[in-house]
């Protein structure tokens, strides 16, 4: 995202991406409120059960959390048991907390827009980095530890801070699969969905399907994100809320060799190759022919569950459309199609036996096609 866009560009992601992913059936919602435990000696955190009905974690600087779900059950690393998701400040990382009263975050989140994290206990206060903190540590980073191995993790950032001057944050999410960076305007004139107000109040902004890396840890950075000269584009990166979304890791199996057509003579040998690889572990392949499945039969047919099917001795009834599914945790990818053909001599064609290929022998051929 181009810092520069006014938030209204990305309006969608606030309100469709979140009916969106609270539909997903599978997904578990995990919920972080960012900020002070108290702001003028009133209670900042999101306690309890919200208007929604979930349940929040709370992100106080110096506190590491034991993740609990929005139905307030623990998230736990492999499913029903291990160690609990563990979220806090990566281990030499400072991070700062807004104590302004009153709280300068968003006051009046509307859900509409921001769905599940429109709370205003959660939104009205924020984590920040400055630019002294900046040019001390680079960012401020979050580790998300004890993360399963077997499952994907989304991530929705939502920061807003009321300002007369813009505000910019940097969002970077690093796992198994990489780095991905996101940008959201937090704050300035002309910010809102109004088009006039001086925070953002309705965009959200995502970063999807991010896998654990080393250690099954997640990474998480703060940052404000500089202009073409190097300068920050602001004084602070804030962040109000995050909604992290947990669902079960669907391999990803692409062909890197698709089978090729093969037509030999008859009482030739027929050979399909193909490969394919997957992030989620070993491939394994189950060739067919015109939907069918094929078996070993050695010596004539070999290799139907390996990489290369091997058919000797083709004839007629090994011509047809091949293809091989390749498989990888359940989760199966069909190749393209390849043509097998058996080309026949002139005398295979001589029904009558009259040693003569005539309109005799296609009579007989079409008599016994019929049904």
């Not at 990382?93 to 300068?104: I, L, Q, R």
């Not at 993790?153 to 991905?180: E, H, L, M, P």
């Not at 990166?237 to 030999?264: C, K």
Request: glycine share 14%; net charge negative.
């Amino acid at each position: 995202m181009n810092p520069h866009t006014n938030n209204r560009n990305a309006r969608l992601l606030g309100a469709a991406a979140a009916i969106a992913l609270a539909g997903a059936a599978t997904a578990q919602s995990v919920l972080i409120d960012f900020g002070p435990d108290a702001i003028g000696g009133a209670e900042a955190e999101t306690l309890g059960n919200d208007a929604n009905g979930n349940r929040w974690n709370n992100f106080v600087p110096g506190r590491g959390l034991s993740l609990v779900d929005a139905n307030n059950a623990p998230v736990r690393a492999f499913g029903s048991f291990g160690p609990a998701l563990f979220f806090g400040a990566a281990v030499g990382f400072n991070v700062g907390a807004t104590f302004v009263d009153p709280a300068d975050g968003l006051l009046n989140p509307n859900s509409f827009f921001l769905g599940e994290l429109g709370i205003a206990s959660a939104t009205q206060d924020y984590v920040f980095i400055d630019t002294a903190l900046q040019t001390a540590q680079g960012t401020v980073q979050f580790d998300m530890a004890n993360c399963n191995p077997d499952e994907t993790y989304n991530f929705r950032f939502f920061g807003s801070r009321i300002s007369g001057q813009d505000g910019f944050a940097r969002y970077t999410v690093t796992g198994g699969n990489g780095a991905q960076t996101v940008e959201l305007q937090t704050g300035g004139p002309n910010t809102g969905s109004d088009g006039a107000s001086f925070g953002n109040d309705n965009t959200i902004v995502e970063i999807t399907d991010v896998t654990p890396g080393t250690s099954n840890v997640i990474k998480i950075d703060i940052s404000i994100p500089v202009d073409g000269m190097g300068a920050p584009i602001g004084e602070f990166g804030v962040l109000n809320a995050l909604e992290i979304q947990i669902g079960s890791r669907v391999p990803d199996v692409a062909f890197t060799m698709q089978p090729q057509d093969a037509i030999v003579d008859a009482g030739g040998t027929l050979v399909f190759n193909a490969a394919a690889t997957s992030n989620a572990g070993a491939v394994t392949y189950a060739w067919r022919r015109d939907g069918a499945a094929l078996t070993d039969d050695n010596p004539r047919v070999s290799g139907s569950t390996s990489d290369t099917l091997t058919i000797t001795g083709a004839g007629v009834g090994d011509v047809g459309a091949y293809t091989v599914v390749a498989t990888v945790g359940g989760v199966p990818v069909s190749s393209d199609s390849a043509v097998g053909g058996v080309r026949q001599s002139a005398g295979a064609f001589d029904l009558d036996l009259n040693g003569v290929v005539d309109i005799f022998d296609a009579l007989l051929f079409i008599e016994a096609s019929a049904p």
